[in-house]
Each structure stands twice: as C-alpha cells, then as structure tokens.
C-alpha cells in the first residue's frame, strides 16, 4: 500500500516503524509537525519542551537508558541545543539518538538562514539527508542503526521544502504490539557518561575512532550512490536539490549523497575520475563544494549556483543556462506571462490581543526590544512599535543593555509565553540580581501560537491534551524576586495605558503580563461594531491600530463582518464615538 505524506508525516511514521520510543522537542516551523504526528503513534511517549536545550537532554536521559528516542527542533533550535550536542557526541548513548533538525533556506519563518551541516562536521557526528518522503521514513531506520552501531547521535538534516512537500510513501507492515516492559537496568559507567575533564579526554579518543569508522560506511551505504548517464557532466547533490538537478540535467550523471556527513572521500574521487566536468548543486553554504575542492579535485558550485535562498527547478536551471550548462526549457511560461500576485504583508490576526499592547506602547513612545513569536509583527507599519528583534528570550537581556546605555525615555521588553518559559526565566533573574529597573510585558495568549496552537508550560495540558498543572508566570517573577507584577487584559485599554507608564516610569524591576486566549483559539465570535459615518471625521486614529477589517471609504471608514471577530478594540481608540461595540 501506497500514502501520501508530507515530509514531516514521514518522519514521524519511520521513527514509529524504527521502534522510536520516546520523543522531545521544541515547536518551530518547519519542523512542528515531525512530534505531533510522532505522538498519535500507539505505545509511544512524546512532549513538548520548554526549549531545545531541554528536549535534546531529555532524549539523551532517555537513549542512555535504553529506549530509542527522538528528538526535534528547527536549525536555529539546534544553537539552542548545541551545549549538550556537543557532549553527547563523546558519550554516546546505550540505545538510538536521532535528530530532526529543519533548515529554513528563504527564512520563510526564522531570522536567519544557517546551514546546520556545519553543525555535523563541528560535533564530529553523522548526518543524513533525505531527499524526499520516501527518503524521510526510510532514512530513520538508518539513523537509528548508524546510532546503535557506531554509539553516536545521528541528525536527520530537513528543510522546508522537504518538510512539507507531499510525495507517495510505500506504507510497511507496523511493528507488533510490545508486550508490557519490565523497569530498565541503568547502566553505570562513569568514565562513558560523566563527562569531567579525565574522562571526556578519553572519550575524545574513541570519537577520533568513531569518525574513521563512519567514513568507512560513508564509501560503502546504499544511501550514497553513482547512477551513471554519460561522461560529459557528473552532478553531486543532496536533499531537494538532486530532484531540482535531474530535472534540469536529464542526460548527467549524479552522485546522490544521503549521507551528507562523512562525505565518501574515495566515492567521490572515483566519480570524479568518470566525468569530464564536474559540479555540485547545493542549497545555502557550499559544503560539499569545498569538501571536493579539499580532495584537489577541480569542480564548480557556487560560482554558478547562489549561496542565498532556497532553490527550485526554475532557479537551478536558469543558474545552468547563464553557466552554459543546460539549455532553457521552451515549455516554460515567458517571462512576464504568469500574473504577479500582489504582495500581502503579514499582520496580526483580527481580534489579536497583542494589538493593543503594541499601540499602547507605540502611544507611550516606549523604545522596545522584542522577541521572536506572532507578536513580532508588532514591529510592521502602522504600529511600527518593536525596534529589536534578536533570538529567542533576548528580549529581556537585550532591554537591560539598553538601559545600562541610559537612553532617552521609556523602555521595555515583549516576549511572549511560549518564548518566555524557551528562555525568557534567566535573564529575567538578571535584572533582580542586577538591580536594574526594566519593565518586561509577556504578552500571554495561553499557547505556542505562531507554530500551530502547541502547549507550553503555561498551557495546563500536554501534547496529547492531558491537563497537567499551568505554571504561572506572574508567580515566577515573583519568585525570582520581581515586586513589581501586574496581570491585565489587554483589551481593558485605558487600564493598560496607565499600567505600563506606571511601569515604566518606576525605578525598580517589573513584569507584566498582558493575558488574553488567541483570538483563533476562541470559538464565540461576537458581534461585529457597527460605523455611524455621520459621526466620523475621517482621523483615521482607529487605521493606526492595523486591522485588517478597517478600511478607508468615502466618508470615513468601513468595516469587513466577514473578517472581523468583534474585539471592540477599534472602537476603544474612536475618541470620536462613531465606531459602535455592542456590549
């Protein structure tokens, strides 16, 4: 039997087929729906985690005692996690540790675009990468025995086409039900698993054995292979980009690496040997490019193909054509033939809470540093009312630098829930321990919700929906030692107008929480507000909110009951009275 999955889907299906166990991860697009789909699977245990620092040891507790274990994150996930990857390359594991970590080539949803192969060749371990569905479900199982053969860590390197393309996937006989399991025996053996200086110098041996053994299996796995066409052009290319690259080179012959990390040294000096002309087609960072050229083999990559953005079939052609490597296809569409869709900036939802946060601010003139989440959009025309944007829980850091500088007028932080319990907890503890005097707003929509509505500490449920404590973040500040708290709904503007320049204002540390459910969370819609246009005098103030439903007819404004949630907050901000809220 026959499926068709997502790439994401696939993954999550090979983890159950392999015998995964446990999985742990982060949300982050696009990498999301890889545990969700994992933890529908029977007989499996899956959770979310604070962040992927956190997910990453929970998979290593887990693999070293024994059960195979996943675990997820994006690529910048992965810089999160880096800590204990690191390590666990010179402990190994007792039982499977695999890896899925997302590349974002275009930064459809991240603020960059890195190439974490880099992060295989620094952590000295192996990584795969599939190039499709098919490639996704299978390549699991390899991890999974590359992991126990050679006792390493193996990443499954992903991207967001591969992610969330759909291709077919052979469906395979499911595993038999296990029987109940008696309580594991943890194996004890320090000089493995504590790492301190005596030991890890040791195991820093075995890792150095490790990597020729790996190289070994580099030159001989299935999942690197030569299909020969002809000696003029040889193509090596991994991922999306060997699907892309025999679309455009039907008469080349390729060099197909599923294992992007060893590379096959001597597969690729003898595919060389075969070929006249030689190229590699890449996304991102010219990795395998400058692993050749290493090897003193003369080949070309990155002077034809661009290292920014993700490829496609059109791109990587028209690369060729300019190179005078492929011809353009005459089934293309001419240019200027296909319409040019008009461009729709991202904006918060109808109804969003963070709305009137970042009016309030922007009414306040407050300078603020912000955070990665919906609330970031916070930062686009006509709020224009966030002026930093880093990484993850670097709001709050970044907020005290600002104030150490002494600028001009009010400061504050924004993050958001999810991204507060990420790692937003630390250096709030900074600002106590620092005695510095910056305000930090978490805007609290209960959910993870930029990546899909996932739960977080917060939340009060897991990922399967079984409640569980919340953990609250009023609580926490004041536990860190944080006097200075105040909860609120945003939507009660006026009252979160004085609390934040009461906030601001003081000379202490301070938190506070502007809480409200995200609007796509909320199943009642209420009732639209109506616009008396004989009262209007066409300020355009309700406009500077940024909500999509208004807009500017003759005589005043208008508003879209098709789009609009009925939040009221437009005319909240009407001093004029002309927008009606019913109550």
Known sequence: MKKIMSGNEAFAYGAYLAGIKVGAGYPGTPSTEVLEN?????????????????????????????????????HVGMNVAADPLFTVSYTGTKSALVLINADDPSMHSSQNEQDNRHYARAAKIAMLEPADSEEAK????????????????????TTTRISHSRCVVELEDEPAAAAAEEPLEFEKNAPKYVMVPMFARQRRLVVEERSKKLLEYAEKTPINRVEMAGDELGVIASGVSYHYAKEVFPNASFLKLGMVYPLPEQLIRDFAGKV?????????????????????IKVRGRDIFPGISEFSQGRVRQCAVQAGLASSNPNAPAPGAAPQLPVRPPMLCPGCAHRPVFYALQRLQVTVTGDIGCYTLGAAPPLAAMHTCICMGASIATVHGVDLAKVKGRTAAVIGDSTFFHSGIAPLI???????????????????????HQPHPGSGMTITGEAVPEVKIDAIARAVGIKKVDVINPFEFDKLLETIRDHTDSNEPSLIVAQYPCVLSIKEKKTVPTVDLDTCVECGVCLRIGCVPLSKVEGGVAIDSALCNGCGFCGTVCNQGAIKVAN
């Open 38 to 74: 994992f933890s529908k699977y029977s007989g499996v245990y899956a959770e979310w985690a604070p962040n992927e620092k956190v997910a990453l040891d929970v998979g290593i507790g887990a693999a070293i005692a024994g059960k195979r274990t996943l675990v997820t994150m994006k």
């Open 138 to 157: 299978s390549f699991v199982k390899v991890a999974v025995e590359i992991s126990e053969q050679f006792d390493t860590p193996v990443v499954l390197r």
């Open 276 to 296: 006249k002309e030689l190229i590699v087609v890449e996304e991102l960072d010219p990795f395998i490019e400058e692993h050749v050229r290493l090897l003193g």
């Open 430 to 452: 900074n600002l106590v321990s620092n005695a510095s005097s910056s305000t930090v707003i978490v805007v609290d929509n209960r959910i993870t919700a930029m990546t899909g």
